[in-house]
């Protein structure tokens, strides 16, 4: 990909009280009493959010397509429609607890873009595609980044239809009901290959405030790995069961977690341990524990570092401990992954050309911008988190950055989508 303009002249300036106005739109669907939004994959709230979104992209002629796995796609034609498209994008499902900016910028400016183009009249030789991902969060159901790792292959589609979640109902199900609630949408083969991809997040973590920086150009994406864990004990009566019979999976999953962080632990911390999710069985006040099931999130930007890391737990997570037995299982295992260096240097392009403050960095939080990336040249652009606070009900961006980012967004996909091969 050739690209010799850093910066289209005269770029049109975004709508920054419309692109504000819909982030309050947006945060209305799900909203916590504490500022934040729960609109969890293939919820209700999820899809209240996609129909909202659906509403001001079809007032402005845009066509909206689905894919098997629940990814909606809305495009704006370009000259050349055979040409393939120039994407951004980002999701709209939330965390239980989630912020009013995780995914939803990203997602916002995207339409942002599309709608400035039509303000503007500028007509794209390729046409322009805003991807809103199904469950990225992976929070009701795992694995994260799951739209978007189907649609690039790396997940089948059946195992991902058969998962459950808490409750038992599977992907499949919970699609079914929440695609009868959206206005009809065409329906479009599995698969989401562009010219080139560009997604705008916010940071979710400190660094760009602590630089005093308003714009992230994203080389690459850390690794993660995400293990399930179960300890099996056995369920004993409270008041009756003396210490020496107890086979307590509470306890053993506590020795358990223990270890495991002193094995790991990295005295430069950049290796991120995290134990979200810990569930106990039977649950009841007067039962000694008969099982524990808890996740592992590892992340690392070094992949070497990660897979020797991810191997040594599941060592330690066989045999048993405290008298009660130990599994564990890899639900997911993404690799880091490098951006594309041209479109990397567009971002930086543009940022410079608009003079925003502006620093190169790795993303520590996934997005679907990693398995896009596998197949179409990508690059993202962050903007700062308060406080580096995210996955939090108190996450906030500040709306100049908002409007910043997005204007770096049209810019860059402006570039991308109007220059030739
Ligand atoms: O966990 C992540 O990195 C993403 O925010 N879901
Ligand atoms: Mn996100
Ligand atoms: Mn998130």
């Known amino acids: 990909m050739a690209i010799d303009n850093p910066q289209p002249k005269g770029s049109p300036f975004i709508n920054g009280p419309r692109l504000l106005d819909r982030h309050r739109a947006m945060a209305q ?19 209240e959010g996609r129909r909202l979104l659906l509403q001001w992209a079809t007032a402005r002629g845009y066509t909206a397509s689905i894919d098997p796995i629940g990814n909606l796609f809305i495009r704006r034609p370009g000259v050349r429609s055979s040409l393939s498209p120039v994407m951004t994008g980002s999701h709209l499902d939330s965390q239980p607890t989630g912020g009013k900016f995780d995914g939803v910028f990203g997602v916002l400016a995207g339409l942002e873009v599309l709608e400035t183009l039509d303000d503007h009249n500028v007509a794209t030789a390729r046409p322009v595609e805003l991807v809103v991902w199904m469950n990225e969060e992976g929070s009701r159901f795992a694995p994260v980044t799951m739209g978007s790792a189907v649609a690039a292959g790396a997940v089948p589609l059946e195992r991902v239809l058969a998962t459950q979640d808490t409750k038992g109902m599977t992907v499949s199900e919970a699609l079914a009901q929440q695609i009868s609630q959206l206005p009809p949408l065409e329906s479009r083969p599995l698969g989401a290959q562009g010219f080139a991809y560009i997604e705008a997040h916010i940071e979710q973590g400190p660094v760009l405030e602590g630089a005093r920086c308003d714009i992230g150009v994203v080389s690459a994406i850390q690794g993660l790995h995400l293990y399930q864990v179960e300890v099996l004990g056995f369920a004993a009566h409270a008041g009756t069961t003396p210490s020496k019979h107890r086979k307590d999976a509470l306890v053993a999953a506590n020795a358990l977690i223990a270890r495991i962080r002193s094995e790991v632990a990295d005295p430069l911390d950049v290796l991120r ?30 992949p070497e570092h990660l897979l020797r890391t991810g191997d040594r737990i599941l060592e330690i997570c066989s045999g048993e401990i405290e008298h009660c037995s130990i599994s564990a299982k890899a639900l997911l295992r993404s690799s880091p992954v490098l951006f594309d260096e041209r479109l990397v240097s567009v971002v930086l392009n543009v940022a410079e050309s608009r003079g925003f403050a502006h620093m190169s960095m790795v993303s520590g939080a996934t997005h679907d911008a990693k398995y896009m990336a596998d197949r179409t040249p990508t690059a993202m652009i962050f903007v700062p988190s308060e406080k580096g606070i995210s996955h939090n009900e108190l996450e906030h961006t500040e709306d100049e950055d908002l409007c910043a980012g997005t204007q770096i967004l049209c810019d860059a996909l402006l570039v991308a989508a109007t220059m030739e091969l």
């Not at 341990?273 to 007067?286: D, I, K, L, N, Y």
């Open 273 to 302: 341990f995290t134990v979200g999710r810990f569930e106990v069985a039977p649950g009841s006040p007067h039962v000694v524990p008969g099982k524990v099931t808890f996740s592992i999130d590892l992340r690392h930007p070094d």
């Open 29 to 47: 669907i799900g909203a916590t009493a504490n500022g934040g939004v729960n609109r969890q994959a293939l919820t209700p709230e999820d899809t």
